[in-house]
Structures are given as structure tokens and as C-alpha cells.
């Protein structure tokens, strides 16, 4: 499925977070969408899938295999939610309720679209589960019982367990050690690939981004200011914000023998 | 929640167990007052006057010759059915009341705040009495004043709670995954406030308990044909100087029950969640996805250049 987003603006409280952003997220296809925080990665992100705080004012197109989302009531978007596009947020200690068990929130989705009985529910949930390289036992234990990275697992199981065909992530690995964070970035990679996904991927980091997306927008003060191929940006960024991020990614990264 | 092992982690505490065994008999005791009681409760005999404790008086007698085993045991009916009625009325209340105040536009949500605050600064007892005075005194009042007195409590607490877990990225996620309002509000911020509303609903009931022995003891609760500890506390201590012990019986029945509910208010909240229940991390699982992928960050094109 495609995303296309045109001129998105969105204003709260008088300040424009995203400021006319546009972008083409093709079927099938991994796109990247990197800035420093505060540049309107996640609003943009909260924006496509409708749940921005209720005082946001959107303008501009978000357009879903050409149906347009903007406008829509919190109703006729909640059948989308969690079975056309599905989200993975940034922090999985909060992300998971707390006095649910794993297995159950995995079902959710299910449960919440697919008029699935109680046990097949469950039934799926241990099989996604399995997807994301966590054992049957998961599905009956509690949130504070698992460790930060199975707790993304047992996320992106929820999100891809109703099969969305649009997948938007935002800052998934960022909560993570690294090793875990590679290990969860090879997941978010084959099973999009698996299941014929489109993925839009929000990172601040350069480095994450080459390992899952081709392409990829730069974002500062809530407008595009660069796009192109990953590997492009890394190599020769145009835009100073761009050249930052590089920067930063070196940084970081540089350390390494 | 799996019902099962919430009912084991509650009887696990020694508090829960406790508090569980006294309210099953209080409950017991009300229910088999209702077909049997050792001897009539309301029978006076002026010749067996304040009897001592004995196997056909197992609590003695009072100053007109009533059994007081009997007339405590038909009490404690009065007792349930005031703490379950004011119970219920102060549940709805009080969920009612702070989910308008908490899921509502800003304006209706803002003045329910403001009835809340209003409504919390009348003292209950006196509402009842008021009540009382104008209705006359009945078992109807006190479960009308003291349901909304501690329902409007509830909600005020129950407000600011469904206010914070509104805000979880749980509750995001959750409407991420389809969950319109109803469903996100009963799958996960009911449960998630459970247990901070069920120590106050504990908490209102053993206090309408309190309120009804009390309004009984001044006269405005229950009337002379209903059995109530309150009253038979007023009863009894009118000779509190010449027979000490038979106050005895009520005072520790109206006692042990309210701290038994308040114990069980405190195992529920306990058990409830599953962070305080002793149980292992779950132990490493499934395969690594994928191998050496740390090598990965490094060779990113342009990035070691």
C-alpha cells in the first residue's frame, strides 16, 4: 500500500510542529525519516495514524492507496489502527500496559478487528510471538517480568500480528543497548521484507537508518530538507541539518576499530 | 488479569486470608440470620435480664432479656445490606462523576472538577442527618448519604487517576492498535486504576458501616424493628456503669469488620498487581535474530570514510 503525505501541517497551540511535509512512501518500499527531536518526527507519525492530542489542528493531505485520511473521525480511523497501519513507539517499558499479560496485548489487535475467538487469539499470539524470537512461555508472563529488548519484540509482534500493510516505527530501537538495537533492526528488516510491508522508519540516527531504509527525508522545524538515498546522505549531505546528523553519526560510530 | 492466580495472591497474605475469613462470616452469619437465629432476636423477657454468656445465651442478655448473640447475628444482615447498597452507589458515583470529569470536553470536564471539590467539603454524617430530619430516619438515608458522600470522594481520587493513565503510552499504543474509547477505557485504564478505586470503594463501605452504627446510635438510622449494632450499642450503653461487658459484642463486631475491610482493601490493591507478586524474570529466550550485527552500524556506506 502507498502513503502519501502533502503539505501536512499541524499546529498546536499556535506553533507549527510539522510545517508542510510532504512524502511518497511507495508499496512495499522502506523509508527513512530523520531529524533531531523536536523536528516533528512524531507528530508526523501520531498525525498519519490520527492520534494527535485533540487541540492539533491539521492541514494538508495524508492519502492512504489515495484515501484520504485528514478529516477522518476517530470512528471510521480505529478500523486502520493496528490492521492497515500498525505503529511500533519509541520506549518499550511504557508501551506495554502493565497489569496485561504479554499474550493478550500481542492478541489485541485481533481481538480489537478480526472477531477471533479467545483461544485462537492466543493461538496466533504464540505464533507471533515464535516470529519475533520469543518463547510460548512470554505469552503468559507480565510486562516488568521481561528485559528492554524483549519487550520491543513482544511491541513490533503486536504491530505485525493483524498483518498491517503500512508499518510506521518510531524511534524503535532508540530505548536499547546497541547489540539489542541491531539485533531488533534485523528483525524490523525480514519481517517487513517477509510480509511485503511498506515501513516508515523515524530515527535520529543516520547509522539505523542505513540498515533498514534505502530512502530517506530529512526533517528540521517540521519541513523536509533533504531527501534521497540513504547511502547519498551519508556520503555527501547537502543541507547543513543533514551534515549535522552525519556528523553526530561519525561521532559516535568513529570509536569503533 | 488471570482470575486464578489473583485469588491465590490474595489468600496468600495473611491480611487478605483474614479479612476474607471475617467478611465470609459477617456474610454467613447475615444470610442464615435471615431463616435461623439460636432464639428471636426482638423476644424481651424481663426474668432472664442481663444473663452472663452461657450455652443457650452465648453473649448473655441485655436489660429487657434479648439474646444478644441472636440480635447481633440479625444485625449483621442490616450491616451487609447498607455496605453493599452504599458500596454500588458510591461505585457508580463515583466512576460516573470522574469519567465525566476526566474524558469529557474541557468545559464540562473542568465544572465536574469543580462540583467534585464542592460536593467533597460536605461532611457525610451531617448530610445523612439533614436527610433524616427532613425524610425521617431510615436505612434508605443512610445508603443515600453515605453512597454519594463516598462516591464523590471516589471520584475525586478516581478523576485524577484516569487522568494520568489517559496520558500512557500504553493507552497510545492501544488506540494505535484500533481500541476506540470504550475498549481502551475497559481493557486498560479501568484495570489499571482498579487498584487505587477498590482500597476507596473498601474504604466507603467500611466507613457507611460506620456511619449507619453511628446514625442508629444517635437515632436517625435504622427504626426499632430493624436489628442494628448501632443501636444495640446505644441500647447497651446506657448501662455501660453496671454491665460493662455486653458492650462487648457490637463494639467488636462493628470493629473487626471495618478493619477487615480495610485489610482487604489493601490485599486487593496487592494482588492486583502483578509487579508485587513473587515471581521470576523470564528467562532468556528464543534465538538471537540475527548474528555479528553489531558489524553492521560500522559498514554503512560513507560512514567510516
Redesign the interface.
Known amino acids: 500500500m502507498t502513503l502519501d503525505v502533502d503539505d501536512l501541517t499541524v499546529t498546536i497551540g499556535g506553533r507549527r510542529v510539522v510545517d508542510g511535509l510532504s512524502l511518497h512512501l511507495a508499496d512495499g518500499a522502506r523509508l527513512g525519516l530523520i531529524g533531531e527531536s523536536g523536528s516533528g518526527k512524531s507528530m508526523t507519525t501520531l498525525a498519519v495514524?490520527g492520534?494527535l492530542p485533540p487541540q492539533a489542528v491539521v492541514t494538508g493531505s495524508i492519502r492512504l492507496d489515495g484515501r484520504e485520511l485528514v478529516g477522518l473521525s476517530?470512528?471510521q480511523l480505529?478500523?486502520?489502527?493496528?490492521?492497515t497501519i500498525?505503529?511500533v513507539?519509541q520506549?518499550p517499558r511504557?508501551?506495554?500496559?502493565?497489569?496485561?499479560?504479554i499474550g493478550r496485548q500481542v492478541a489485541?489487535?485481533l481481538r480489537?478487528?478480526g472477531r477471533v475467538s479467545r483461544s485462537e487469539a492466543r493461538r496466533r499470539a504464540v505464533e507471533a510471538l515464535?516470529e519475533?524470537?520469543?518463547?510460548e512461555?512470554?505469552a503468559?508472563?507480565?510486562p516488568?517480568?521481561?528485559?528492554g529488548g524483549?519487550r520491543q519484540r513482544a511491541?513490533i509482534a503486536?504491530a505485525l500480528i493483524a498483518r498491517p500493510a503500512v508499518l510506521l516505527a518510531d524511534e524503535p530501537t532508540t530505548a536499547l543497548d546497541?547489540?539489542t538495537q541491531?539485533?531488533?533492526?534485523?528483525?524490523f528488516r525480514?519481517l517487513v521484507d517477509e510480509r511485503g510491508a511498506s515501513l516508515l522508519f523515524v530515527t535520529h540516527d543516520?547509522?539505523?537508518l542505513?540498515?533498514v531504509a534505502e530512502e530517506a527525508s530529512v526533517l528540521s522545524r517540521g519541513r523536509v530538507v533533504e531527501s534521497g538515498p540513504v547511502?547519498r546522505l551519508?556520503?555527501s549531505p547537502v543541507h547543513p541539518v543533514t551534515r549535522g546528523l552525519?556528523e553526530a553519526?561519525?561521532a559516535t560510530?568513529?570509536r569503533?576499530p | 488479569?488471570?482470575r486464578g492466580s489473583f485469588v491465590r495472591a490474595l489468600l496468600r497474605r495473611p491480611q487478605g486470608a483474614a479479612a476474607v475469613a471475617w467478611l465470609a462470616l459477617v456474610a454467613l452469619a447475615a444470610a442464615v440470620s435471615r431463616v435461623w437465629t439460636p432464639a428471636d432476636p426482638f423476644r424481651t423477657d424481663p426474668y432472664s435480664a442481663w444473663l452472663p454468656p452461657s450455652g443457650s445465651h452465648l453473649f448473655g442478655t441485655d436489660a429487657v432479656g434479648r439474646d444478644i448473640a441472636s440480635y447481633v447475628m440479625a444485625a449483621s444482615g442490616t450491616t451487609v445490606l447498607v455496605a453493599v447498597c452504599s458500596g454500588a452507589l458510591a461505585l457508580v458515583v463515583g466512576l460516573g462523576l470522574a469519567a465525566l470529569g476526566s474524558l469529557t470536553a474541557r468545559a464540562v470536564r473542568e465544572s465536574v472538577a469543580v462540583l467534585i471539590d464542592v460536593l467533597v467539603a460536605f461532611p457525610t454524617i451531617l448530610v445523612a442527618m439533614a436527610l433524616a430530619a427532613a425524610f425521617g430516619g431510615s436505612l434508605g438515608v443512610v445508603v443515600v448519604a453515605s453512597g454519594l458522600g463516598y462516591g464523590v470522594t471516589i471520584a475525586r481520587v478516581s478523576r485524577s487517576e484516569i487522568r494520568r493513565v489517559a496520558r500512557?503510552?500504553?493507552v497510545?499504543?492501544?488506540?494505535?492498535?484500533?481500541?476506540?474509547?470504550a475498549?481502551v477505557l475497559l481493557?486498560?485504564v479501568l484495570?489499571?486504576i482498579?487498584p487505587v478505586f477498590v482500597v476507596q470503594l473498601s474504604l466507603a463501605m467500611a466507613t457507611s458501616i460506620l456511619a449507619e452504627a453511628g446514625l442508629s446510635f444517635l437515632g436517625y438510622g435504622a427504626s426499632a424493628e430493624t436489628a442494628s449494632w448501632g443501636r444495640l450499642l446505644a441500647d447497651l450503653q446506657k448501662f455501660l456503669g453496671v454491665h460493662p461487658w455486653t458492650i462487648v459484642w457490637p463494639g467488636l463486631a462493628i470493629t473487626l469488620t471495618v478493619l477487615a475491610l480495610n485489610l482487604l482493601g489493601d490485599a486487593v490493591r496487592d494482588a492486583?498487581?502483578?509487579?508485587l507478586r513473587p515471581?521470576?524474570?523470564?528467562?532468556a529466550?528464543?534465538?538471537?535474530?540475527?548474528a555479528g550485527?553489531?558489524a553492521?552500524?560500522?559498514s554503512?556506506?560513507?560512514?567510516?570514510?
Do not use: K
Not at chain 1, 78 to 83: C, D, E, Q, T, V
Not at chain 1, 132 to 135: E, K, P, S, T, Y
Not at chain 1, 182 to 187: R, S
Open positions: 495514524l492520534l476517530d470512528r480505529a478500523p486502520l489502527r493496528g490492521a500498525a505503529a513507539f520506549d511504557s508501551a506495554l500496559d502493565p497489569v496485561m499479560t489485541e489487535p480489537l478487528h515464535a519475533v524470537g520469543l518463547d512461555s512470554v503468559g508472563s507480565w516488568h517480568q521481561l528485559s524483549q511491541v503486536t546497541v547489540t541491531a539485533e531488533v533492526l534485523e528483525l525480514r543516520l547509522a539505523v542505513a540498515q547511502a551519508l556520503g552525519v553519526t561519525r560510530t568513529w569503533a | 488479569m488471570r500512557e503510552d500504553y497510545t499504543a492501544a488506540r494505535a492498535s484500533g481500541a476506540g474509547t475498549q481493557r486498560h484495570p489499571n482498579a492486583a498487581d502483578p509487579r515471581s521470576g524474570r523470564v528467562s529466550t528464543g534465538p538471537a535474530a540475527a550485527p553489531v553492521a552500524v560500522d554503512a556506506p560513507g560512514v567510516t570514510s
